[in-house]
């Protein structure tokens, strides 16, 4: 299953929260992928710069070119990204690459991410022009056997390559910070995403608003939710509060399931998860 989080407004959480459900994910024995298609590279430097990174999983210095076994790496080391698996769909090549040769492992059990690039941006006319967009959708199917789960970050803008992810993806997670503004952001990207949804993928469900940084006591973010609750949004009664863990968590470059599995905000995010995820807990009970 593929999902992306999406929400044109920025800093709502998108990064954080693509890491840490994935992280959860892949903490809970599911096979999990990050793609970031957002060229400030945040969910990439997350998950992969690590200060004080334990050992890797695997051998990195095992030769790698036969092999289908992703590499773990550092950010700055890695040239097999987006940029280059969006790259061999405009160059002309003898072989192809699959897909799974442009993943790298993280340190963290059965978690693989494909690491954005800057160069993303230089890509995105040549992909635009020549008609792209549903490129990514099938890279993707390619990597249905490796991957339990898919989380695909995006960029605060509707773009070349967020569209392509929602293209791509089976369900649309929002995150939202509770906000007048962000109300008029939800408003505005629900009637784009129900164009795309019927001119692109009809199969795109979208999953839920997320409140992050939801503010328990304050009277206006509970007001905004019902009040989108109300118009018929769906937004999930997991929320998440506002704490500097999350931060700290970004700056060590490990996502809170291992960072500080007892903090009040992993809690809330593994609730999240579970809400989720319902369905296949509920399926492993029988
Ligand atoms: N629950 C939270 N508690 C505290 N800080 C948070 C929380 N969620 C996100 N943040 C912080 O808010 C900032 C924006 O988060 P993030 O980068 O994940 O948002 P984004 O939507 O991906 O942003 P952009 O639109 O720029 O890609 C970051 O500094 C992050 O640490
Ligand atoms: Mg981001």
Redesign the pocket.
């Known amino acids: 299953m593929i999902r992306v ?1 999406f ?1 044109k ?11 840490n459900l994935a992280a959860i994910s892949a903490a809970k024995g599911l096979k999990t992928l990050v793609i970031d298609l ?1 060229t ?1 590279c ?2 990439s430097q997350y998950l992969l710069n690590r200060t004080n990174s334990p050992e890797p999983r695997k051998n990195s210095l095992e030769p790698q070119s036969n092999s289908l076994e992703p590499r773990i790496n550092s950010l700055d080391q890695i040239t097999d990204n987006m940029a280059a698996f969006y790259d061999q769909t405009i160059t002309f090549h003898i072989r192809k690459k699959p897909t799974i040769e442009f993943v790298s492992q993280t340190a963290f059990e059965n978690l693989d991410i494909i690491p954005s690039s800057p160069e993303l941006d230089q890509l995105h006319t040549k992909l635009e022009s020549r008609h792209k967009i549903y490129k990514l959708k099938e890279g993707l199917e390619q990597l249905k056997d490796h991957y339990d789960r898919i989380y695909i ?4 803008a509707l773009n070349f390559y967020s569209l392509s992810a929602l293209i791509a993806a089976d369900r649309c997670l929002i ?1 939202m ?1 509770c906000d007048e503004f962000s109300r008029q952001a939800i408003y505005n990207m629900m009637q784009h995403l129900a164009e795309i949804k019927e001119d692109h993928n009809p199969a795109l469900e979208i999953e839920g608003i997320i409140a ?3 503010m328990a006591r304050a009277k206006v973010p509970l007001k905004i939710i019902n009040e989108l609750k109300s118009e018929g949004h769906k937004v999930l009664d997991s929320k ?8 700290e ?2 700056q060590v470059h490990t996502p809170l399931i291992h960072l500080a599995p007892k903090h009040k ?1 992993t809690l ?1 995010l593994v609730a999240l998860w579970q809400e989720i995820e319902v369905d296949f807990l509920t399926s492993l009970q029988y």
Do not use: I, W, Y
């Open positions: 989080l929400n407004k920025g800093g709502v959480g998108k990064s954080s929260l693509t890491c957002d400030q945040n969910a970050d995006t960029a605060p995150p910070d992050n940084q939801f998440l509060s506002s704490s500097v863990k999350m931060r968590s970004h905000l809330e």
